[in-house]
């Protein structure tokens, strides 16, 4: 029998932009090429957590998907929290990012109350699109286990984040090209023991394989699961990693 990896993604239908299911995909892939059956469990709207998850995924939406959703996710709020804390892995890109700081106040001045996870605020100057951060993003990781690593992904968001009091969250990575977390940010996204906040679009996992195998393997090692990384072969996309680098850094 082989061992289960329960993969919870959060509102499928409203908060997946910019190929954000890629994620998905890619962390299903190598949990089938270590053996291992990733049950995959979708939660919309209204409908209960699972039982057991060992890593959850929102990815990214328009302002109108995140003030639909908001409401929703603080009723999930407190199991998110409490799963994390004990180490449960956890994805979340842009919008997704956004709702699990403390709040977001869009650029029409609608406030968008996250659930706290991450010591982050994000507040958006205006609806201007020229306040948007948009384009191809590099960043230099900067969390144990994955220092130096280069990521790469794609960002385009009117929220700028900053972090509130640092008391128990680390950035994801130092800016080396792009913009991060808000238009004059020396680093981007945020980490909480194993839950990740980024604005690396496009998607994300496919092109950091790196971040992929940390995810898995610290769930793994949670769980007590014997794993043989000498079995995987994901040349192809440490390849497009190098190459995405020296083409936006
Ligand atoms: N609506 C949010 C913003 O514009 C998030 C966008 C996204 O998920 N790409 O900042």
């Not at 900053?162 to 090209?177: A, D, E, I, M, W």
């Not at 949670?222 to 083409?247: A, H, M, P, T, W």
Request: aromatic share 10%.
């Amino acid at each position: 029998m082989k061992p289960k990896f329960y993969i919870t993604h959060l509102y499928p239908n409203e908060m997946s932009i910019y190929g954000d299911m890629g994620n998905i995909i890619a962390i299903k892939h190598i949990l089938n090429e270590l053996g291992i059956d990733p049950v995959y469990q979708p939660v919309n709207i209204g409908e209960k957590l699972p039982a057991v998850t060992d890593w959850y995924f929102i990815g990214g939406g328009q302002d109108k998907e995140q003030l639909i959703i908001y409401e929703d996710l603080l009723e999930k709020k407190d199991r998110i929290i409490t799963d994390v804390r004990k180490g449960v892995g956890l994805l979340a890109i842009c919008g997704g990012y956004q709702l699990l700081g403390e709040k977001f106040l869009t650029g029409n001045s609608e406030m968008v109350t996250g659930i706290g996870l991450f010591d982050v605020e994000t507040v958006a100057p205006s609806s201007d699109v020229k306040t948007r951060c948009v384009g191809n993003l590099v960043e230099s990781c900067v969390i144990p286990g994955l220092s130096d690593v280069n990521l790469v992904g794609f960002e385009n968001h009117s929220g700028q984040t900053r972090f509130t009091n640092q008391k128990k969250c680390l950035p994801l990575g130092r800016v080396v090209s792009g913009y991060g977390n808000n238009l004059d940010a020396v680093y981007e996204g945020c980490v909480y023991k194993n839950a990740v906040g980024t604005y690396l679009h496009g998607s994300c996992l496919p092109k950091n394989p790196q971040l992929n195998l940390w995810f898995i393997r610290n769930q793994l090692d949670r769980k007590g699961i014997k794993y043989d990384l000498s079995k995987l072969n994901y040349s192809v996309e440490e390849k497009l990693n190098k190459q995405l680098v020296q083409k936006f850094s």
